[in-house]
């Protein structure tokens, strides 16, 4: 049986900073609301504007373990992960999320920070792969697995990239 997919792009918000509560804190209200304990997976992208702000901050731990506790699976995505470092929320984020998914990055990172969560393995394993091939790393309870998606046929692949060339169809580049 398949679930609907909802999506809500509110990109718009970031500028216009006074409705990002408002906004925000009616859409989760409406998503708290449509539990029926079926699992659920909520995807925040670049979502740091969103949950680094004087509600949800200090709100932010305990909502994400009622989410837990309605069968809802909160993936926060983020493609500069060490800019988040200074986000008060952040170690929050990572106590309370049990998996870590790792995508290389385009450009040399340093993944030896603590913070991100990586032991040496994890460092050496993400510091070899390839993002354009698909490879990322999934961390949990210690363990480090590195995995290739074949995305040419992962249907979500486009929604989930947050390219908008993928939506589109459009060719992309990497020097």
Not at 111 to 135: A, V
Request: charged residues 25%; glycine residues 6%; proline residues 5%.
């Amino acid at each position: 049986m398949r679930r609907p997919l909802h999506g809500f792009d509110l990109t718009f918000l970031m500028d216009r900073p006074e409705s990002v509560v408002p906004v925000f804190a009616c859409l989760m209200q409406r998503i708290i609301a449509a539990f029926d304990g079926k699992p659920t997976i909520i995807v925040l992208h670049e979502a740091w504007d969103l949950i680094e702000n004087d509600f949800f901050a200090p709100r932010l731990e305990s909502l994400m373990e009622m989410l837990k506790e309605h069968n809802a699976l909160v993936i926060f995505a983020t493609e500069k992960p060490m800019n988040a470092l200074d986000a008060q929320t952040f170690d929050i984020v990572m106590r309370n999320c049990a998996t870590h998914l790792y995508v290389p990055g385009e450009l040399e990172n340093d993944y030896s920070t603590p913070r991100l969560g990586l032991n040496e393995d994890g460092i050496s394993l993400l510091s070899r792969m390839d993002r354009r091939k698909g490879d990322f790393l999934v961390r949990q309870g210690g363990d480090n697995i590195a995995l290739r998606a074949d995305t040419a046929t992962l249907p979500l692949y486009a929604v989930l990239s947050g390219d908008s060339k993928s939506l589109t169809g459009g060719a992309t580049t990497s020097g």
